[in-house]
Each structure stands twice: as structure tokens, then as C-alpha cells.
């Protein structure tokens, strides 16, 4: 498996305000958000606000998930390289896939907040998902995944403002996670490292650690994987897509573990 690699977060200064009305002056770690430009055989594509780190599983997730190429052995290469501002990542492709890109091509840049920022056609911001198959986890497995996720954020624990995405394997143990100041970034970077080391991603599922939009739905399915639980609520266009596309999707209440669509724990999705 691909280590992650983690950098410290920045350390800055702020005044500290206890519920007591006591005040101190403590340092605090920040997440770090910068510029990365996606350039496809040498072409603009995107600028994306990014975590810079492990920009090499993020370049091959996210063109697999934009759908620039449709399997990982298009990919020739990924070259990351930073500039004075930020980095570039130019990401080696068959010149007969750059015919797509401008209907692809994100015209704003993709703030750390959103997935779809910039897309230049309503039909590229809520693509139909690409139809899965697979077993859903079992509600042991799920319990599991939910209890050691936290532990495993080991950028969020120094700056509180990251992201993660983890995939675990049926059993619900953990076996790899990455992290971003981005959702959806942080997804792309999960993608990107497990296709790197040949994992099947059919064989587990995604559990991250933010509300389940529309576009972690639609990234999942790229990707094939059946199941896809987050800390907080689904939106009502996440379940919509993922019942489209027979994903099952779990949440975490104050009462338990919610389930959504047909995703009767330890039986296969549809």
C-alpha cells in the first residue's frame, strides 16, 4: 500500500477564550490549502484547492473519476511540480481522450468546498452513475469502520479542518486513508492510492468523514465500489443517485447507524 504522506500543518498564534473568560495566547496548527493545476499532456484542465499532499494519488483519482480516461492503465504518467504559488500535476494521457476534455474542462476554479465548481454543462455537474454491484458491509463491519475511523486522521488531529476518506475491508478494519482540506479531494486521493496498489475496491467499502453529497456518490460508483457510509446526513440527490445506481449509503445518527435504499447489511447490493 502507498504510505501517505503527511507534512506538518503550519503552527500560527491565536488568543484562546476558555469558558471561564480566562484568555491565553496558544498555537494552533492549520490545514493547508493551496492551488494545484491539472494539465492533461501539457493542456489546461482545472486549478484545485488542495491539501499538498500525496498530489500523485490525487492526479490519477481524480482523472479516473472526472472520467478523462476510463481505466487506470491509460494513465501514462503524473508528474507533480511545484511553482512559486502553488503545484502544477501533468497527468500523461492517450492524445485520443483529449477530444473530451473540453466538454470535461473546469472553467472556475474547484474550491476545496465543492466538487463540481466550474463544470460547463448541467449534464457534466449531475452525470448519471455508473451502475454497482457487490456486498453490502455487515452492521458488525460498519460499527467497526465508524470506531476506528478517527483514529486513523492523523492530519485532522493536528489541525481539526481535514477531511478523510478511508476504505475498509469486509470485515470493517481500515486499510487505507487519505486526507484533504476537500471532501470530495480527499475521495479522489483515496481512489488514487488504492488503484496504485491493486486494491479491489469491490471488495469492501468507503466510509469518509463528511455529509455525503451528490459528487462523493458519483465518484464512488466511478470507482465501483457498492457502499458508501459517512459521519453526517446524505443529501436528497446523493440517495437519489446512489439508489440509481444500487449504492448503498449509511450515516451516522444520534440513535445508531442509518441506512439508506436497499442496503440490507451482509447481502449483496443490487
Known amino acids: 500500500m502507498p504510505e501517505p504522506t503527511y507534512k506538518a500543518s503550519p503552527e500560527f498564534s491565536g488568543r484562546l477564550i476558555a469558558p471561564d473568560g480566562r484568555q491565553s495566547v496558544v ?36 482523472t479516473i473519476t472526472e472520467g478523462i480516461v476510463a481505466v487506470q492503465s491509460e494513465i501514462a504518467g503524473v508528474r507533480v511540480a511545484e511553482t512559486h504559488d502553488g503545484f502544477a500535476l501533468n497527468i500523461k494521457i492517450p492524445e485520443d481522450r483529449m477530444a473530451g476534455i473540453d466538454t470535461r474542462r473546469r472553467v472556475l476554479t474547484g474550491r476545496s468546498g465543492c466538487g463540481i465548481c466550474g463544470a460547463q454543462t448541467l449534464d457534466a455537474a449531475v452525470a448519471p452513475p455508473r451502475p454497482v454491484s457487490g456486498v453490502a458491509p455487515t452492521l458488525a463491519a460498519l460499527q467497526r469502520a465508524y470506531r476506528q475511523f478517527p483514529t486513523t486522521q492523523i492530519m485532522n488531529r493536528q489541525n481539526h479542518s481535514t477531511h478523510a476518506a478511508a476504505f475498509a475491508g469486509p470485515d470493517g478494519a481500515i486499510q487505507l486513508v487519505r486526507e484533504d482540506v476537500g471532501r470530495h479531494n480527499a475521495l479522489d486521493k483515496l481512489i488514487g492510492a488504492a488503484l496504485r496498489a491493486g486494491t479491489d475496491l469491490r471488495a469492501g467499502f468507503i466510509l469518509v468523514s463528511s455529509r455525503c453529497s451528490m459528487e462523493l456518490v458519483q465518484k464512488t460508483a466511478v470507482a465501483g465500489v457498492p457502499f458508501l457510509a459517512s459521519v453526517s446526513a446524505p443529501t436528497a440527490l446523493a440517495v437519489r443517485l446512489a439508489q440509481t445506481a444500487g449504492m448503498g449509503l449509511a450515516a451516522l445518527s444520534p440513535d445508531g447507524i442509518m441506512l439508506f435504499g436497499n442496503t440490507a447489511t451482509g447481502t449483496p447490493a443490487p
Open 27 to 62: 498555537p494552533w496548527r492549520l490545514a493547508e490549502e493551496v492551488p494545484a493545476a491539472v494539465l492533461y499532456n501539457g493542456q489546461f484542465f482545472a486549478v484545485m484547492m488542495v491539501t499538498p499532499a500525496d498530489l500523485e494519488d490525487f492526479g490519477l483519482g481524480f
